[in-house]
């Protein structure tokens, strides 16, 4: 069969339509345009209106975007507030518009050839195979997690679970508390929980399974998985510039649905070598008054520099009090959103205070930042078990009996990570991922070869 040319080929990459899903697959579709493929990113109306897109001119040309409705186009999932009924209506009214618009593309000079979909829109893949195209998932959680929910949904383990530690080939031995939340607790999440399993409802018809994560990171999980359902690594999906510098003009994410305060870079700046700990818990992780003063309380004591990023919808849940005196201390700086990979790649950053999302944890690896642990939910408790016991970058919290972080133990973690011989050892290893990182995404690396081999099977198809 004769191969086409990489400039004839076009592919539609439709994520879950969040920052933490949009944006890896953002990242994959400008590594994909190195390869002379042509991407459109598609995703909704709502995030249209909210996301504030870096100017066009940094994004190749060969990538653009396109929306269509999941019929709330003016608050997607909050306009409902019920994920049950979001997910119900987005693949009734999503998956409509989702065939109108490769209709069009179709009736174009660049008909689609493949559509990438995240599996938590498991429906966009039968949507593909109506028009007989390349159906790719792309995961965009670690491994091991991907893994773990594969082994739920397939019954080869149990819920709920009642014989520890848990024990799955590829994995380390897992705790209760190590596992993801829709494990750990699934009466909490029923919707949550079958969104999740329901990845796994027709993935035996995707022509190809990527992850965003590198093979040397997860190399017993992605052996392990692979033997049950093949796949691809081909992270981190992080921007160019902090790895190989591969994709032109690549440095930053380039979408974020909140405003960025730029200018709190030049404090950081002007903050000494590893003096600084940066405090983050991303856009979905919502904690207790109670939990917000400790930590603030435990920053304080800490007598370190922070940097701490609270969402403006965050902000009612630490008082004006508070604030105020973070403000007085002459310590500590609060803002409403940054760009993290600039942040994270300054020099005066120590350690990374996080609730280990799988972006966040991606970063810091790339950037060889050790980190402090406090899951909430989701993939985040496997996460935090894999920084500290796998990579060893990072230590978790430990949890009082109340279920609050105490500030006492905030102090102990920054301690341990900035001044003990154990964060030396941290920053040790988290170099040698960074390095890692960048040798799987550079030419003729682990991802750059399983990339490369995407885009065969897309010029046999």
């Not at 997607?76 to 049950?84: A, D, L, P, R, T």
């Not at 518009?97 to 966009?124: A, T």
């Not at 009996?401 to 154990?422: H, K, S, T, W």
Request: glycine share 6%; proline share 5%.
């Amino acid at each position: 069969m004769e191969e086409r040319k990489c400039s004839n080929m076009h592919v539609l990459m439709v994520p879950y339509p969040s920052q933490g899903h949009i944006n890896p697959m953002l990242q994959f579709s400008k590594r994909l345009s190195t390869k002379g493929v042509k991407v459109t990113m598609v995703t909704t109306i709502f995030i249209s209106k909210t996301m504030h897109l870096k100017s066009s001119s940094s994004l190749p040309s060969s990538l653009q975007f396109d929306f269509i409705s999941d019929g709330y186009d003016q608050g997607g999932f909050y306009q409902v507030g019920n994920i049950s009924t979001y997910l119900s209506h987005m693949k009734t009214i999503g998956s409509k518009n989702l065939k109108e618009l490769i209709q069009k593309h179709n009736s174009s000079d660049y008909p689609i050839d493949c559509v990438v979909y995240d599996p938590l829109v498991q429906w966009v893949l039968d949507v593909a195979k109506e028009f007989d195209l390349l159906g790719v998932a792309f995961f965009t959680q670690m491994v091991a997690v991907n893994y773990i929910y594969y082994y739920v949904y397939h019954g080869l383990l149990k819920l709920p679970i009642s014989s520890l530690p848990i024990s799955i080939p590829g994995l380390p031995l897992l705790e209760m508390k190590d596992t993801p939340s829709f494990v750990n607790h699934p009466e909490f999440y029923p919707a949550y929980y079958e969104l999740v399993m329901n990845q796994f409802c027709n993935i035996h018809k995707a022509d190809i399974i990527l992850v965003n994560s590198f093979y040397k990171l997860e190399d017993r999980a992605a052996d392990s998985m692979s033997k049950v359902c093949p796949i691809l690594t081909i992270g981190p999906a992080v921007p160019s510039f902090y790895l190989d510098k591969g994709v032109p003009n690549d440095k930053e994410n380039d979408l974020n649905l909140f405003e960025l305060d730029s200018s709190a870079i030049d404090w950081v700046k002007s903050k000494g070598d590893r003096s600084v700990i940066y405090v983050s818990f991303g856009s979905m992780v919502c904690f207790s008054i109670e939990q917000m003063k400790e930590i603030a309380l435990g920053l304080l004591a800490s007598g370190s520099n922070f940097f701490w990023v609270i969402p403006n919808m965050e902000k009612k849940s630490i008082s004006k009090e508070l604030v105020e005196e973070i403000a007085s201390s002459g310590k500590g700086l609060i803002v409403n959103w940054i760009p993290q990979l600039e942040v994270l790649s300054n020099k005066a950053i120590g350690c990374f205070l996080t609730h280990c999302g799988w972006n966040s944890t991606l970063e810091a690896l790339c950037l060889g930042v050790p980190m402090i642990g406090i899951p909430q939910w989701t993939d985040q408790p496997l996460n935090a078990k894999f920084v500290e016991d796998v990579w060893k970058v990072g230590i978790r919290v430990v949890v009082n009996e109340n279920g609050i972080v105490a500030r006492e133990e905030i102090v102990r973690c920054i301690r341990e990570v900035l001044e003990n011989d154990v964060g030396r050892e941290m920053r040790v290893h988290a170099k040698k991922w960074r390095e890692l990182a960048v040798e799987a995404v550079s030419h003729g690396g682990t991802s750059d070869n399983n990339i490369n081999e995407f885009v065969n099977k897309l010029k046999r198809f």
